[in-house]
């Protein structure tokens, strides 16, 4: 069924922005988002092999869903520290909408080719994510962990809201490429990717129970604690996983476009779009500011051709200082 959002009064939110959403038939809330121009600067600032590239996208998403549900200013940050040939990935979002992002990988597995087809999985490795609510100076920091052993940062999603929020919780990410010709000029490439998040949210809370978690040394041939789940969370979440890779990311199907075709026979309500902007906290004077609580021998080790030249991670810009400053 085609939908043409201007018939309902609805300007697509069109790329770079979260769609919140709720189904009051299904006791749902949830975010969409698609990413096009924000991802493609922040992948093209760094040389990241395709796959490493593929990872931290995906982690730009699911940092643009949690973040945008902030509802004070604050930040969240996303990061992991594993074993694997991408031994750290940070997402850093501010409210309400900046981004920024990068990733650190041992270049030595791609040169040599051992990296280039790993998985999520694989590149990962073994470890931890954490996800970090800092509401501010004056306000305690809040931060959850879930364990890295060969999982998808979707199912990442999944046991976080399970464990630490209690929340039953689906999630879709993909992330793809555009090729597009100019005249005179080769093929170019850009980066484009979606998800759409989903949480029931019933009145009563009864209907969420969930099952304990797994007893791990109970005796063996203990029962397992079994709960039957709600109808309409098992509808919600079969619906959300029919969502295809290229619905979330071709550029022509608009988020609304989605939402309707998962949710139309429900009845869904939209709200408004929260863009998302690729902006860095970067700056001279807070660069300046840590640069100073070194002492001068540590100082004296930084200079290279009389100066001192520090590079921000996430933006790659690069602050030069006079040691003698």
């Known amino acids: 069924m085609a939908f043409d959002p201007a018939a309902y009064g609805i300007a697509p939110a069109g790329a770079d922005a979260v769609r919140p959403f709720a189904v009051e038939g299904l006791d749902v809330r949830g975010r969409a988002v698609a990413l096009g121009p924000v991802l493609d600067q922040i992948l093209g600032r760094h040389a990241y092999p395709e796959p490493v590239a593929r990872l931290l996208a995906e982690a730009v998403v699911l940092t643009s869903l949690l973040g945008t549900s902030l509802k004070f200013e604050g930040r969240f940050t996303l990061q992991t520290q594993t074993d694997g040939p991408v031994s750290m990935l940070v997402v850093d979002f501010s409210s309400p909408d900046a981004i920024r992002a990068y990733a650190r990988f041992d270049q030595a597995a791609f040169e040599s ?9 694989a590149l990962l490795g073994r470890g931890h994510l954490a996800m970090t609510v800092d509401q501010g100076r004056h306000m305690q920091r809040y931060q959850g962990l879930v364990e890295l052993d060969g999982i998808s940062l979707e199912e990442v999603a999944r046991r976080y809201f399970a464990r630490s929020e209690q929340i039953p919780t689906e999630i879709r ?34 209907r969420m129970r969930s099952p304990d978690l797994h007893p791990g040394d109970a005796p063996e041939g203990a029962a397992a604690h079994e709960v ?19 619905e979330l990311t071709d550029p022509e199907v608009t988020v609304e476009r989605l939402l309707f075709r998962l949710f139309h026979e429900r009845g869904i309500r939209i709200f408004d779009p929260q863009p998302i902007v690729d902006r860095c906290r970067c700056s001279r004077e807070k660069v300046e500011g840590i640069l100073d609580s070194f002492d001068p021998h540590e100082l004296s080790e930084m200079v290279v051709d009389d100066k001192i030249v520090v590079t921000c991670e996430f933006c790659s810009t690069k602050y030069e200082f006079d040691p003698e400053r």
Do not use: C, I, K, Y
């Open 173 to 206: 990410l993909a992330v793809g490429q555009l090729f597009t010709r100019r005249e005179g000029a080769g093929p170019v490439r850009s980066w484009t990717a979606g998800g759409v998040l989903v949480q029931f949210l019933p009145e009563a809370p009864e």
């Open 113 to 121: 080719g051992s990296g280039q087809d790993m998985d999520t999985a």
């Open 228 to 246: 039957e789940e709600d109808d309409a969370w098992v509808e919600a979440r079969s619906l959300v996983a029919t969502v295809r890779d290229d």
